[in-house]
């Protein structure tokens, strides 16, 4: 079955020129990167994100992590950009310089850092991914992890929130206290305010959101609003659990809006894995399950559209579900509404009982 692309064909005279094809994208997009999420079993799937990186198709890439994904180590920072992650506290009262100490190593030994985000949604609670933080610590944390990599030039990302005011006005007023009673020991730690406490800076303001387009451009406005003058990072977005139609028709045109708002400086889909394994719904995957590109990858990456489905509804003559060649037993495109873990454990039984059989 062929997807439903050419109800969409409108929405594609959006996109810029220069994606229209993969191989007349010869201008880096340097607001376009990914936020990666390997899985073991199909490590070939790493190499379609830094070739399309090599093309100038993508120029980014974060993991949730300090360290550079091993898949990408000996590709340079100039063609695939690593922005590393402080994605929590390094010890409970926030006293550590672990994450500082990390990126000096990593950059002495040759990668180029020069962006670094901190702190994954810290509002939130672990049972919900989040760090879960109080700002007192992160403040903590911050003037012994943040400010030291912002003297070597580094520039350095807010922590990642749901809303500018609720976590923030008390992390940075912590942070303020901090740095007044550093002040004499560290230099150009932050700007001074007329005669006032130093202020803990940053960089620019990494967001995420997931909703339609009223969500997205709510996401953005509120947080220009707060902090004007700061650029914007969307390093997670999406349309989650939507059919195809209303997903393709999101992913048009809030990419045409990222790229042309001048609020946001990079951004992310959030899809950049196997539709099988897709936490945010099938048809925001840019992989359907035998790691080819669907529509939303391919346009994604600067080419056109393949009519691959996420979840194909032939079923492969192997009755066996491998990691090489996963079963698409899925309903058409997700459009049902299915719940994917239970798609996914439906793949991993029938994948066990094949090998109890072996």
Known sequence: MR???????????????????????????????????????WPDDDTLWSKAAEKGALSWYYNFGWEASASYKSVPQSTFEFVPMMWGAGTPNGTDSYFAGNISEVIDKGRAISHVMTFSHPDGTFED??????PRVAARSWVNNAVPLQQKGIKVGLPIVGDPYNWVTPFLANCSDILSNKQKNIKKAGKRDGEGKPECKFDFIPITSYGDMAVLKDRVATFANAFPGVPIWLIEYGFNDQDLPKTQKFFNESLAYVEASESVERYAWFGAFRSIVSNVGPNAAMLNPYGELTDIGSWYLGGNATGLEAIPTDQPTDPACTPEKPCGSGPKNGASGARMDGLVMSLLAVGAVFVLFL
């Open 3 to 41: 997807s439903v692309t050419t109800l969409l064909a409108p929405a594609l005279l959006w996109l810029p020129s220069s994606l229209a094809d993969s191989d007349t994208a010869s201008t880096r997009n340097f607001k376009r990167g990914i936020a990666f999420t390997p899985n073991e079993n």
């Open 129 to 134: 991914g989040g760090s879960e933080i109080k």
